[in-house]
Nanobody, 125 residues
């Protein structure tokens, strides 16, 4: 089974940047569609960004468009989430998820079968 581990979460000031990493093991991550999701305290988990497998097509949630960028590093079995111009409302636990499908999705439920444990991002002044 594909195993995913997120890293890179931290405390950052508003307007700052972070890069989150999602490392896959057990299988070649480039064959999988990968999504980033987040869950803030007391809120539902929501889709942030995703990238398809071979096509590399991407999709972004409306709240992060123009600020976040998802990318792959196939040589290292990694997917990254570059987060710029961070806002207080970006505070959440961020999860990566993967599924052996061509296209990605921002759907939280039922699309991805492999999930990581999450990494905490806190945006605060």
């Amino acid at each position: 089974q594909l195993h995913l581990v997120e890293s890179g979460g931290d405390l950052v000031q508003p307007g700052g940047s972070l890069r989150l990493s999602c490392r896959g093991s057990g299988y070649t991550l480039s064959y999988y569609a990968v999504g980033w999701f987040r869950q803030a305290p007391g809120k539902e988990r929501e889709g942030v960004a995703c990238v398809g497998s071979s096509s590399g097509s991407t999709a972004y949630g409306d709240l992060v468009k123009g600020r976040f960028t998802i990318s792959r590093d196939n040589a290292n079995n990694m997917v990254y989430l570059q987060m710029d111009n961070l806002k207080l409302e970006d505070t959440a636990v961020y999860y990566c998820a993967a599924e052996s499908l061509h296209l990605c999705s921002l759907d939280v439920h039922g699309y991805y079968s492999s999930w990581g444990q999450g990494t905490q991002v806190i945006v605060s002044s």
